[in-house]
């Protein structure tokens, strides 16, 4: 069975974009960008919902091409386009990239891929990781807490039916002040 996997940067008060959709405040530093780099490497299939499906394909199909790119920045574009994704959506009607398009049961097809022989999964979005938690799907949670209040917009959590108990995995700090914590999931 693959581990499900839910990351993001966030603000300290739980938000993964401020009001308007407002994402300006999570600018990585080169050491946590290289961690989410890594993260990357290490994930066979990344799930994502529509609307950071479109935030990431609209930049990192061609980051590699950019004439600031940094070598870790032209690195994750080229793993990001070569690797299996799946968008979850009713509303757009094609992706590219490597990318497999579900417009149906997403609870069901993320059951169904949890199942499948692989390596790990990552999900991305707040409403299609939140779909997942309250299915009980997500493994392990991957906090990169910033130390900036957003005071609303997207949280990070979605509300659950049921408590999730969790244990703290690791926990590191990387400048800027931003803390990443680690969880899994108590099954």
Do not use: C, H
Not at 26 to 35: C, G, K
Not at 45 to 54: C, N, V
Not at 141 to 168: E, H, I, K, Q
């Amino acid at each position: 069975m693959r581990k499900l996997i839910y990351g993001m940067n966030l603000t300290l008060d739980g938000y993964i974009a401020a009001p308007g959709d407002d994402i300006g405040w999570s600018v990585p530093s080169d050491e946590l960008f290289q961690f989410w780099s890594d993260q990357l490497r290490a994930t066979d299939l990344t799930l994502y919902g529509r609307k950071l499906w479109q935030t990431m394909s609209s930049y990192w199909p061609t980051g590699d091409q950019q004439p600031n790119a940094t070598p870790a920045e032209i690195e994750y574009a080229r793993r990001w386009r070569n690797m299996p994704k799946v968008v979850f959506s009713s509303t757009i009607g094609k992706v590219d990239w490597n990318t497999r398009l579900v417009s149906g049961d997403a609870v069901a097809e993320i059951t169904r891929l949890k199942a499948e022989d692989g390596g790990p999964m990552d999900i991305g979005g707040a409403t299609l990781a939140g779909a997942a938690m309250r299915a009980g799907l997500i493994d392990e949670y991957v906090l990169a807490t910033a130390p900036v209040l957003a005071g609303g917009g997207t949280p990070f959590f979605a509300a659950m039916d049921n408590r999730v108990n969790l244990d703290l995995v690791e926990t590191r700090t990387f400048p800027g002040g931003v803390v990443l914590t680690r969880y899994e999931t108590r099954r």
